[in-house]
């Protein structure tokens, strides 16, 4: 398939100069995504403005922010507001590749400033904040639909209120946009095993748009402890009355969160593999008979925070801005090589703090316009 030449001349994009927006961000097109590597046209990119690790100490927030930390070394968690450096250095990281994508002619749109100190409640539980930074982790968008995903975390709950006003602007534009049952999040949902460990539950659907890749009409769900059995099974159904989709379930591949960091795809027939969690056994099935880029190991520089919120592999979370060209991670250099040896240009940019902060350039960038259709990339 030939892609659409994008812009590669241009002026900074609507909402590109500041980090954060006080007014109803503004597109004149509605959302339309429908994989993660045709020509990218609109994109959110988030803000750490005010990031922090709740000070509730719930299970929730064990489970999706410290899955794999053993129980007894939970009380040395900082909690509370991140390190002031650690924000500055990532606004301007973050206010860069803003900069890069308006050069690209790509419309960049930014979350509204929230408070996350603010303390909330159910009947159930109570919370304070968690961050804007990953825009990717709650919307999905598939085709013109804009999905609210149920996150498992309670610290999330109204996270994506800092976008409401340019999802406003897109169902104005004619998209649709619906929202997931909001979960009840109750206790039970999260599970103690004897080593102190959280799991996730079945007791209601719960899942962020993170665990779920597009590609067309195929969707790859990873289930994980932020996306459950329950949450494929609404996905699958919700996504059945809107045209013929199909849900691949990944499980037992990487049980602690999303699947940007396991498989990225580049391009209809080629695809970026993490060999820790994925080996030609338990591959997908749709991708066997596609080029493999096998993930070279990660170079590992020092990380600011005792606890990171992401393994060493977020050095593989990268951004398709077409499928000839990539923002990738500018310390992966074994990465870049093997990308551009395949065909595919490479942009490096600088996120100083993705180990820290939990997530790198597909986690931090939420893309709502693309060129691609609901194409047909496996049969």
Not at 57 to 76: A, C, I, K, T, V
Request: glycine share 8%; net charge negative.
């Amino acid at each position: 398939m030939t892609w659409p030449a994008l812009d590669l001349v241009g002026g900074p994009s609507p909402g590109a100069a500041g980090l954060t927006s006080e007014t109803p961000l503004q597109t004149g097109r509605k959302a339309s995504s429908c994989d993660e590597f045709s020509p990218l046209r609109e994109v959110v990119v988030g803000n750490p403005a005010n990031a922090r690790i709740p000070e509730t100490r719930d299970r929730s927030m064990w489970l999706n922010l410290f899955g794999d930390l053993p129980y007894g070394e939970r009380r040395q968690v900082s909690t509370g507001a991140f390190p002031r450096r650690v924000i500055e250095e990532t606004t301007e990281d973050i206010i860069a590749l803003v900069e890069t994508l308006g050069t690209l002619g790509i419309a960049v749109h930014r979350p509204e400033a929230v408070d996350h100190s603010q303390t909330f409640s159910t009947p159930d539980w109570a919370s304070d904040g968690f961050y804007s930074y990953c825009p990717r982790d709650l919307a999905l968008v598939v085709g013109d639909m804009i999905i609210e995903t149920p996150a498992a975390m309670r610290a999330r709950y109204f996270e994506l209120f800092g976008l409401k006003a340019l999802f406003t602007q897109y169902m104005i534009n004619g998209s649709s946009w619906i929202s997931a049952p909001k979960p009840r999040l109750a206790d039970e949902l999260y599970r103690r095993g004897d080593d102190g460990l959280i799991t996730l539950g079945e007791h209601e659907p719960v899942f962020d748009a993170a665990n779920i890749l597009r590609c067309g009409r195929d969707l790859f769900f990873q289930v994980s402890s932020s996306g459950n059995e329950l949450g494929r099974i609404w996905l699958e159904n919700t996504l059945r009355a809107y045209g013929d989709f199909q849900i691949h379930p990944l499980r037992d591949v990487y049980q602690l969160t999303h699947i940007d960091s396991t498989i990225s795809l580049l391009r209809p027939g080629l695809v970026l593999l993490n060999p820790e969690r994925l080996s030609e056994e338990n591959l997908p099935a749709c991708f066997r008979s596609w080029d493999k880029i096998w993930c070279p190991d990660m170079a590992d520089s020092p990380v600011s925070s005792a606890h990171p919120l992401s393994s060493r592999w977020i050095g593989m979370n990268l951004l398709m801005v077409s499928p000839e060209l990539a923002i990738v991670d500018a310390d992966q250099t074994d990465l870049i090589k093997a990308m551009e040896r395949h065909g595919v240009s490479v942009l490096p940019h600088a996120l100083r703090h993705a180990r820290a902060l939990g997530g790198g350039f597909h986690c931090v960038t939420l893309d709502v316009v693309r060129d691609g259709g609901l194409d047909d990339y496996f049969s």
